[in-house]
């Protein structure tokens, strides 16, 4: 893993690993496009994974990147699709062949897109893009970064459902890291199939690797 990129947009400049995270203090790139309630969100992700990078004591390159995967994995979550296909449709890595990878459903968009932006500005983290790239999917080629973001995008506060289910495992994540990571792909693949909802490959993919 390279160190940060210093030119990359939405680099916070004094402390960008602190695990304190409010809207007011979100860095997103100048394209971002986010409602007050996304950043929200952003900023407890943010705040979550942060607080798992210092309690399991990971290093200095690691925390940044765990940051800055949970500070700009939602930056295009509320673009028009047809913004985000335009981006897809001029993205190497879409034309290398992953584009066949993303599902058809507009909500799983913008990750690719976010991820296709930052790296056209410079990111050059394979483990911060692939986790931006792969975090409403999942991935089996996925290192610490992709699995924290994950996690911490479904286990922060702020969601409604099985509110001391996912607090209790947010708070097992520093003890039991992969163990808690494996239970959240089963609750993120149950309720998709609950809901009726067809599983995108690279789903399909991580649940068999984690059974």
């Given at each position: 893993m390279t160190g940060p990129?210093?030119?990359?947009?939405?680099?916070?400049?004094?402390d960008p690993v602190s695990p304190g995270g409010t809207v007011a203090s979100l860095s997103l790139p100048p394209w971002a496009v986010?409602?007050?309630?996304?950043?929200?969100?952003i900023a407890r992700v943010v705040t979550l994974i942060g607080t798992w990078a210092a309690q399991l004591a990971v290093s200095p390159a690691e925390r940044?990147?765990?940051?800055?995967?949970?500070?700009?994995h939602d930056a295009l979550r509320d673009a028009p699709e047809h913004a985000l296909r335009a981006i897809l449709a001029d993205d190497p890595v879409?034309?290398?062949?992953?584009?066949?990878?993303?599902?058809?459903?507009?909500?799983?968009?913008?990750?690719?897109?976010?991820?296709?932006r930052l790296a056209a500005d410079g990111e050059r983290r394979d483990g911060v893009l692939d986790a931006i790239r792969w975090h409403t999917v999942g991935?089996?080629?996925?290192?610490?970064?992709?699995?924290?973001?994950?996690?911490?995008?479904?286990l922060?506060?702020?969601?409604?459902?099985?509110?001391?289910?996912?607090?209790a495992l947010a708070r097992r994540?520093?003890?039991?890291?992969?163990?808690?990571?494996?239970?959240?792909?089963q609750m993120r693949v149950q309720w998709a199939v609950g809901a009726g909802k067809a599983l995108a490959p690279r789903t399909v993919a991580l649940w068999n690797s984690v059974r």
């Open positions: 990129v210093t030119n990359t947009p939405g680099s916070a400049s004094s986010a409602t007050t309630a996304r950043r929200a969100h940044q990147a765990w940051h800055d995967a949970a500070m700009w879409a034309g290398a062949g992953d584009s066949a990878e993303i599902p058809p459903d507009p909500a799983f968009l913008h990750g690719p897109a976010a991820a296709a991935s089996v080629g996925w290192g610490a970064t992709g699995r924290a973001l994950y996690m911490a995008d479904f922060e506060p702020g969601r409604g459902f099985a509110r001391e289910d996912r607090a994540v520093p003890l039991d890291f992969d163990g808690v990571f494996r239970e959240v792909v």
